[in-house]
C-alpha cells in the first residue's frame, strides 16, 4: 500500500520558511538544530505539511531548523562509483554532494524524516540518501559512532486505514528496519517510529482473500475531524519524541 496523497493546503496549514543556511560548528555550540528529512516530490502534499508541523513543533522547543528538501534539492538517491565504500578507508573522502549531507547530520542534534511508505518501506529517494550518505567510516565502521548521542524520529505517513490488520505489521517492519536495520547500527542514541496510517481520503484496507477495499472517500466536517486527529497524532509522536518518551515499535 501507498500513501502518496495529494491534496490542498488545509485551512490551518504552517507554511514552512525560507530554509535556514546550513549549520556552523560555531552555531551550534549555542544553537540546538534538527534536521527535518522531507521525502515527497510535491510541496503541496500531506507529507510537506506533517513536515511543516514537526518544524513548528520542534522550533517551540528552541530548535533551529535545517529543512532539508530531498527532492527540492535535487538529491540523487542511486549509488555511485564516488559513493561507494572502501573498506580499508574509514577516511575516504566522498562526493562533495555527500559530504555535504554529512556535515548536515553532524551538525544536527535531532533528526526527524517524514515520509509517505511505499510497500511497507521508505521511499527510494530515503532509502538511497541512507545508501549514499550513512556510509562507511562515517555512520558506521568505527568502535566509537560519529553519531553517538543524536536522537532520530521517522513518520511515516501510511494509506492503510487505522483498523487494518496490517498497520500493526507495518509498524513492526519499519521499527526492524530503521530502528534496529540503521540507527541502532550507525550508534544512535534513540531512534523510534511514528506511523501515521489513515492518510488516504478513501480508507484503503485488505479483506481476507487479498482484496483492496475503498471506502467512500472522506467530505465535509468528517474529512475535517479525520485529518484534524491525524495532526495531532503527528503532533503527539513530536512532543513524546522531544521530551525522551520512547514511542514502541
Given at each position: 500500500?501507498?500513501?502518496?496523497?495529494?491534496?490542498?493546503?488545509?485551512?490551518?496549514?504552517?507554511?514552512?520558511?525560507?530554509?535556514?543556511?546550513?549549520?556552523?560548528?560555531?552555531?551550534a555550540t549555542t544553537t540546538r538544530t534538527a534536521l527535518v528529512v522531507v521525502a515527497h516530490p510535491r510541496r503541496d502534499s500531506l507529507t510537506a505539511h506533517i513536515a511543516d508541523l514537526a518544524a513548528q513543533r520542534l522550533t517551540a522547543a528552541g530548535y533551529r531548523i535545517d529543512?532539508?528538501?530531498?527532492?527540492?534539492?535535487?538529491?540523487?538517491?542511486?549509488?555511485?562509483?564516488?559513493?561507494?565504500?572502501?573498506?580499508?578507508?574509514?577516511?575516504?573522502?566522498?562526493?562533495?554532494?555527500?559530504?555535504?549531507?554529512?556535515?548536515?547530520?553532524?551538525?544536527?542534534?535531532v533528526i526527524v524524516a517524514v515520509f509517505p511508505v511505499y510497500w511497507v518501506q521508505v521511499p527510494a529517494i530515503l532509502k538511497g540518501w541512507i545508501d549514499r550518505v550513512w556510509n562507511y567510516g562515517f555512520a558506521y565502521g568505527r568502535s566509537k559512532?560519529?553519531?553517538?548521542?543524536?536522537?532520530?524520529?521517522?513518520?511515516g505517513l501510511a494509506g492503510a486505514?487505522?483498523?487494518?490488520?496490517?498497520?500493526?505489521?507495518?509498524q513492526q517492519s519499519l521499527g526492524m528496519q530503521l530502528n534496529d536495520g540503521i540507527a541502532y547500527y550507525c550508534g544512535l542514541t534513540e531512534s523510534s517510529v511514528g506511523l501515521l496510517p489513515g492518510a488516504e481520503e478513501k480508507r484503503q484496507r485488505v479483506d481476507a482473500d487479498g482484496n483492496l477495499?475503498?471506502?467512500?472517500?472522506?467530505?465535509?466536517?468528517?474529512?475535517?475531524?479525520?485529518?484534524?486527529a491525524l495532526e495531532d497524532r503527528a503532533r503527539r509522536f513530536v512532543d513524546d519524541f522531544l521530551v525522551g518518551v520512547r514511542v514502541p515499535a
Amino acid at each position: 500500500m501507498r500513501a502518496d496523497r495529494t491534496t490542498e493546503h488545509p485551512k490551518n496549514r504552517i507554511e514552512m520558511e525560507d530554509p535556514v543556511s546550513h549549520t556552523t560548528i560555531d552555531d551550534a555550540t549555542t544553537t540546538r538544530t534538527a534536521l527535518v528529512v522531507v521525502a515527497h516530490p510535491r510541496r503541496d502534499s500531506l507529507t510537506a505539511h506533517i513536515a511543516d508541523l514537526a518544524a513548528q513543533r520542534l522550533t517551540a522547543a528552541g530548535y533551529r531548523i535545517d529543512l532539508l528538501d530531498l527532492h527540492a534539492e535535487n538529491f540523487d538517491p542511486r549509488m555511485n562509483a564516488a559513493d561507494l565504500p572502501e573498506w580499508g578507508n574509514r577516511e575516504k573522502t566522498y562526493s562533495p554532494e555527500v559530504e555535504n549531507h554529512m556535515r548536515r547530520i553532524l551538525a544536527a542534534d535531532v533528526i526527524v524524516a517524514v515520509f509517505p511508505v511505499y510497500w511497507v518501506q521508505v521511499p527510494a529517494i530515503l532509502k538511497g540518501w541512507i545508501d549514499r550518505v550513512w556510509n562507511y567510516g562515517f555512520a558506521y565502521g568505527r568502535s566509537k559512532p560519529r553519531l553517538a548521542g543524536k536522537r532520530m524520529l521517522w513518520l511515516g505517513l501510511a494509506g492503510a486505514a487505522d483498523d487494518d490488520s496490517v498497520v500493526d505489521l507495518m509498524q513492526q517492519s519499519l521499527g526492524m528496519q530503521l530502528n534496529d536495520g540503521i540507527a541502532y547500527y550507525c550508534g544512535l542514541t534513540e531512534s523510534s517510529v511514528g506511523l501515521l496510517p489513515g492518510a488516504e481520503e478513501k480508507r484503503q484496507r485488505v479483506d481476507a482473500d487479498g482484496n483492496l477495499l475503498l471506502d467512500e472517500a472522506l467530505t465535509g466536517a468528517v474529512r475535517d475531524a479525520h485529518y484534524a486527529a491525524l495532526e495531532d497524532r503527528a503532533r503527539r509522536f513530536v512532543d513524546d519524541f522531544l521530551v525522551g518518551v520512547r514511542v514502541p515499535a
